[in-house]
């Protein structure tokens, strides 16, 4: 009878000497043989964030653009709505786990079909002896398109008033005082034309109100919306004479919809009536192109421009009036404007590609598609590249790849009528993105000029944002062999530090603004730009017209779509690292040095008071000290951070949320004086111009003008309390980052 394998198998290793031989032999062949090295988890990061750059082709963003642009898709319109419902189609079909249109019922505004706006000079007898075109001669290959809204100002108020024209440079607050305080000029019941650059044409229009005025009148000037040696469209990428900007004239502050501010515009919603809305002008606006105003301007009397600064490019003189000179001096200028404010319906595309460790986390990457004609620039040079992000990541993804943190995409509508799409988005999640929210970075315009990178972004993103640079290439002309960073610092250097290129400050202007200024997420948009110190032009002279088209990007702006990569590559390169580096890519120091330099620049300003200073009893002490104290809690922060357990989920989890809620530290719930949706105390819009960032705001707008104050002690006890509410603030900050009890 055969023994068993049991007994077999014990008889061996019954025997001492065989059992010895045996486990010497295992062992041996265990340590020798070769061992199977499993790649660390950095080495997993660094492949796929190569293979999610490497996946990015310049051919597909160009036909994105070329797609998104051959209609009209302004926001409340059929063709908008099926640029959501392709959008939304592709986005799933790109593997993203959900993609939802989410609709909002919002105050929007358009021309009346049947009553056109337009401006007209009109004799003693109240005849129309000149009247502004009533449409922009639309470009070669588009002269058969249809629901090609001519320009207008959206939000302007109703109106026909007739009075004698000023012309107040750009409108901006030192215009208007130049005018009133030393040239004794009043506008009270005049209509006034100012130029368009500078600031945000909400604010020209805001001034104008305050001025008194009972019309405004927009232009494009050749000396801001020309460059020299350049021709006009379709032969170059200057402004035609009859091209005119449109654009809203809002001053929401951060409201969002006019009807529904602070709340999502839902079915459910309180509306206020329209006639109550959030920062609706009460005086009509219209935009011209430089062909008309040339004509009124010519016709001009009154005062000499002050100085050159006042002076455009037209072959006028540039008197400021009131009224015309010479035979015309009885003539007047009339405003048509029939323009009609309605609540209509928009939508959002929201993609979501689920996070694998932390879903409850949240990175948005977030741009605009509405444009005011067919958007060649603004937005869809920044919608194409979003779309390529979302096709790269969730080829990623259908690979087996899932991010750590949950990656949130969006779509945003109606941002070209007040950031209404993205804003309502964030009133209506707002508990939750206070919450979860790590990030927000904004994807609209690639592309404004085509020279250098521009970043704006929070001091927490800076370190990141330099070390992406130094890893994507240069795809600027004789920079072939560089690094985006290398040609950026050459071309744009900081200003007070040539040793790292210069980054801005958020203000606003695009969608960006209620995830920044009113929740605290920390946020960033990177695009490319014209060189800040040589081209004096206004923005891209085609800006918010008809001409913005996919021929003037492939002509001029960037044949090859180099640029247009490179700023795919930086963007999705920011999401990927917030959304999958272990330790969330910010730096706190940064923002410590961000403040010191803040605080410096403030008080300088303060400083030019020193009298009254002393004679009030204004201390800056409490906001230095407590910045003092930022900057030291922060290095200690990034001391531990550098010693953290990375095996440890629970510390690394509590770390990261130290620094996900280092910019909620700074919102004051409270808000700023006047801006209550504004309340990042660190940072806001300029009350003078949206478009720009300024620091410490509070005390920035109670300093400024303050000399002009009737009450001069309420003006300075102004003054203290807004220092009082940024020391506190910088103080409480330093506090969230201390080792947690």
């Not at 206020?272 to 430089?290: R, T």
């Not at 087996?400 to 309502?424: H, N, Q, V, Y």
């Not at 400024?704 to 900050?733: G, P």
Request: charged share 25%; hydrophobic share 35%.
């Amino acid at each position: 009878m055969p023994r068993s394998k049991a007994g077999t198998l014990c008889a061996w290793l019954g025997c001492p000497g065989l059992l010895g031989c045996f486990l010497l032999g295992f062992l041996a062949g265990w340590f020798t043989k070769p061992i199977e090295k499993s790649p660390n988890s950095s080495d997993v990061h660094q492949n796929m964030t190569k293979k999610l750059v490497a996946e990015m082709k310049v051919e597909n963003i160009k036909q994105f653009l070329r797609s998104f642009t051959k209609l009209p898709h302004l926001a409340g319109t059929e063709q908008n709505l099926l640029l959501a419902k392709q959008i939304q189609g592709q986005w799933k079909e790109f593997g993203l786990d959900s993609a939802e249109l989410v609709h909002y019922d919002v105050l929007l505004s358009y021309p009346n079909e049947k009553q056109p706006n337009y401006i007209s000079v009109i004799d003693d007898q109240g005849n129309e002896i000149f009247n502004t075109s009533l449409f922009e001669p639309p470009p070669h290959g588009y002269e058969n398109v249809t629901d090609i809204l001519p320009p207008y100002n959206a939000f302007s108020a109703q109106g026909e008033p007739e009075a004698d024209l000023v012309y107040v440079n750009y409108g901006r607050t030192e215009d208007f005082f130049k005018l009133e305080r030393e040239m004794g000029i009043n506008c009270t019941g005049k209509i006034v034309i100012v130029r368009y650059g500078k600031i945000f044409r909400g604010n020209k229009v805001k001034n104008a109100i305050l001025a008194g005025a009972q019309g405004i009148i927009l232009y494009s000037d050749p000396a801001d919306y020309c460059a020299p040696g350049v021709d006009a469209y379709p032969n170059g990428w200057n402004l035609p004479g009859g091209g005119a900007q449109r654009g809203n004239v809002l001053n929401l502050n951060g409201a969002g919809d006019p009807l529904t501010p602070g709340y999502p515009a839902k079915e459910y919603t309180f509306r206020y009536k329209v006639n109550e809305g959030v920062g609706i002008p009460k005086i009509p606006v219209h935009p011209i192109g430089y062909h008309d105003a040339e004509v009124l301007l010519r016709a001009m009397g009154g005062s000499a421009a002050p100085d050159s600064s006042w002076k455009g490019s037209l072959n006028v003189p540039y008197n400021i009036g009131p009224g015309f000179a010479g035979n015309s001096s009885t003539r007047k200028v009339r405003m048509h404007v029939h323009t009609n404010n309605k609540i209509t319906r928009i939508y959002n595309v929201i993609g979501t590609l689920r996070g694998a460790v932390e879903p409850d986390r949240y990175i948005i990457l977030g741009g605009h598609r509405d444009a005011w004609v067919f958007g060649g620039i603004d937005p869809t040079t920044g919608a194409a590249v979003l779309q390529e992000i979302v096709r790269s990541f969730g080829k990623m993804k259908m690979e087996g790849w899932r991010p750590k943190r949950t990656i949130i995409f969006a779509s945003w509508d109606a941002e070209e009528f007040g950031l209404l799409g993205s804003t309502e988005w964030a009133e209506e999640n707002a508990r939750v993105l206070q919450e979860r929210a790590v990030a927000y970075i904004n994807s609209d315009s690639s592309i404004e000029g085509n020279y250098t990178l521009r970043v704006d972004c929070t001091p927490l993103l800076y370190k990141l944002v330099y070390n992406l640079t130094k890893e994507i290439l240069s795809p600027d002309e004789g920079y072939e062999s560089k690094s985006l960073y290398e040609s950026w610092l050459e071309k744009d250097p900081a200003g007070e530090n040539n040793s790292c290129p210069r980054i801005n400050k958020l203000g606003s202007g695009s969608d960006f603004e209620a995830y920044f200024q009113r929740l605290g997420i920390a946020s960033g948009r990177v695009r490319y730009t014209k060189n800040r110190k040589a081209d004096k032009y206004s923005n891209y002279p085609a800006y918010h017209t008809v001409y913005e088209t996919f021929e003037l990007v492939e002509k001029f702006y960037d044949p090859t779509f180099k640029k247009h990569l490179t700023i795919a590559q930086l963007r999705g390169k920011l999401v990927y690292e917030l959304a999958d580096s272990q330790v969330i890519p910010f730096d706190c120091r940064d923002y410590g040095e961000a403040l010191k330099e803040y605080s410096n620049r403030i008080y300088k300003l303060a400083k030019k008071h020193e009298e009254q200073l002393k004679l009030y009893k204004v201390s800056f002490d409490p906001l230095f000290s407590a910045v003092v104290n930022f900057s030291k809690a922060a290095d200690e922060f990034h001391r531990r951070l550098e010693q953290v357990d990375k095996k440890d989920p629970v510390t690394v989890r509590i770390m990261n949320d130290q620094l996900m809620y280092i910019e909620r530290a700074f919102i004051d719930p409270l808000g700023l004086p006047g801006r209550k949706f504004y309340r990042h105390v660190i940072f806001a819009p300029s009350s003078h111009n949206k478009y720009a960032g300024e620091s410490f705001p509070g005390i920035y707008d109670a300093l400024f003008d303050i000399e002009s104050k009737a009450d001069q002690s309420e003006a300075w006890e102004e003054v203290k309390r807004q220092i009082s509410i940024a020391a506190f603030t910088v103080q409480a900050a330093a506090g969230t980052l201390k080792e947690v009890a």
